[in-house]
């Protein structure tokens, strides 16, 4: 099938390298020439394991393209999908349809034949009417179908997700498009994917409400885990325990300082704006975004209370990972976004590496000394603060790192080292919801 993608953000060169991975034709359409010309010459814009080798490959064999005059595309598309970008608005908290109104409008007077159109970006129930609107009202001639498709790919896992996924969901009741997205996605049956079709408006609604289903037992886990400490209980004991229940699950409870990133903040956020403007307030969902939003600003606090001091006037902090997860140079919503300025207005200087986040981060955290690996950024440190847990962060020389900082003070934000070995090698330990003379391991 023959597939137009337009914008080449993360969702959009994804899952327009994924389609074309499958088998079909894919044309990538974005406004934006920078980002054009590198892809054109094999350069990825963001960071994904294994997307440039899946670009390469699919340009290779001629079914992936990239352009910024997307109109013969368009007009020979089975599937026309919008994926811009719907950043959080300014002043309300409502989501940015902009891109997306804006993108409805070029694509209404480009179709030819009967066209799926389908938004991919992640929007509020009911932008697919609006689109739908937009398009009759500029094209009153047009034989189209607006689907909403939902992503749920997780960053540094997003191939995998896309071709392995739990469900695909397809929000349409028009059969033709039902044919379409069928069509679409059949190299899927192959692993017996489930393909849910439901009406659109109820489409648009799974995608927030399982955002915000994750970003609730994140936040649980996290005042479990605040509650542990007082205790002298451990918080990944308490996570094992629960998630052995096969009603409740494993995933998505490892406690830390705050989800972020480029949904779970701004999704929560659109969804309770979504359900006041409808007179249903989520409660619930209203209070995960307030005590996310607050432990990210206390996490600094807690580095403080590790060293002991509640000024860091003339103290070094070493930081371990800056973007939100690891995998990915992804820095919206970062947990360090709130905690390394919140240390630096105490007065430390903060000196941090990220193998993938340092470019991005840079013009987000002035101030900030990015170092060239983990130890650069240990040495000379009166705290090592893990804020990221990357690979290469879990099994580092315990004794070299105690060498080179100044204090033995380690606060591991991510749970990644066990309380008993850090104190066996003489480190100052603080780790979240666990206590260092915590005697239970997890096996």
């Given at each position: 099938m023959r597939v137009a993608m337009i914008g080449t953000g993360y969702v959009g060169l994804v899952s327009g390298a994924c389609f074309a991975d499958f088998g079909h034709?894919?044309?990538?359409?974005d406004k934006d020439p920078s980002k054009i010309e590198r892809l054109?010459?094999?350069?990825?814009?963001?960071?994904?394991?294994?997307?440039?080798?899946?670009?390469?490959?699919?340009?290779?064999?001629g079914r992936l393209f990239f352009t910024l005059e997307g109109a013969e595309a368009i007009r020979n598309a089975d599937a026309v999908f919008i994926a811009v970008g719907t950043p959080t608005r300014r002043g309300d908290g409502h989501a940015d349809l902009s891109y997306v109104y804006a993108a409805a409008e070029e694509i209404a007077?480009?179709?030819?034949?009967?066209?799926?159109?389908?938004?991919?970006?992640?929007?509020?129930?009911?932008?697919?009417?609006?689109?739908?609107?937009i398009i009759k009202r500029v094209r009153p001639d047009a034989q189209f179908a607006v689907v909403s498709n939902p992503e749920f790919l997780r960053e540094g896992a997003a191939i995998e997700d896309f071709k392995r996924p739990d469900r695909v969901v397809v929000g349409t009741e028009d059969e033709r498009a039902q044919a379409v997205m069928r069509e679409l996605y059949r190299p899927l049956s192959l692993n017996e994917t489930p393909i849910v079709f439901t009406g659109r408006r109820t489409s648009e609604l799974i995608k927030y409400a399982a955002n915000a289903f994750l970003a609730m037992k994140i936040t649980f886990i996290n005042e479990m885990a605040d509650l542990c400490e007082k205790v002298g209980a451990d918080v990944q004991q308490v996570a094992k325990g629960i998630g052995l229940d096969k009603r409740i699950g494993g995933k998505f409870l490892n406690a830390g300082p705050g989800y972020g990133g480029s949904c779970f903040p701004k999704d929560t956020i659109a969804l309770v704006r979504t359900a006041q403007?409808?007179?249903?307030?989520?409660?619930?969902?209203?209070?995960?975004?307030?005590?996310?939003?607050?432990?990210?600003?206390?996490?600094?606090?807690?580095?403080?209370?590790?060293?002991?001091?509640?000024d860091l006037t003339g103290k070094t902090i070493g930081v371990l990972g800056v973007t939100f997860k690891p995998n990915t140079d992804d820095m919206r919503d970062a947990p360090s976004l709130d905690i390394l300025p919140a240390l630096q207005a105490m007065g430390a200087t903060v000196q941090a590496y990220d193998p993938e986040g340092a470019k991005e981060a840079a013009h987000m955290l002035p101030g900030v000394d990015f170092k060239a690996g983990a130890y650069e950024a240990a040495e000379g440190a009166d705290a090592l603060v893990i804020l990221t847990e990357w690979d290469q962060f879990r099994a580092l020389d315990l004794d070299r790192l105690k060498a080179t900082m100044a204090a033995p003070v380690v606060v591991d934000l991510r749970n990644v080292y066990k309380p008993s070995e850090m104190v066996r090698h003489g480190f100052i330990y603080a780790s979240i919801g666990r206590s260092s003379a915590q005697k239970g391991e997890i096996a």
């Open positions: 034709v894919v044309t990538c359409i054109e010459k094999g350069e990825i814009p963001i960071f994904e394991p294994g997307l440039d080798d899946l670009v390469a490959r699919n340009v290779r064999e007077g480009l179709i030819d034949g009967f066209t799926v159109i389908v938004t991919k970006s992640t929007v509020p129930v009911g932008t697919g009417d609006e689109v739908e609107a403007q409808y007179g249903a307030p989520v409660k619930l969902i209203e209070a995960t975004v307030a005590v996310n939003d607050a432990r990210k600003k206390a996490m600094a606090t807690k580095v403080a209370d590790a060293i002991g001091l509640s």
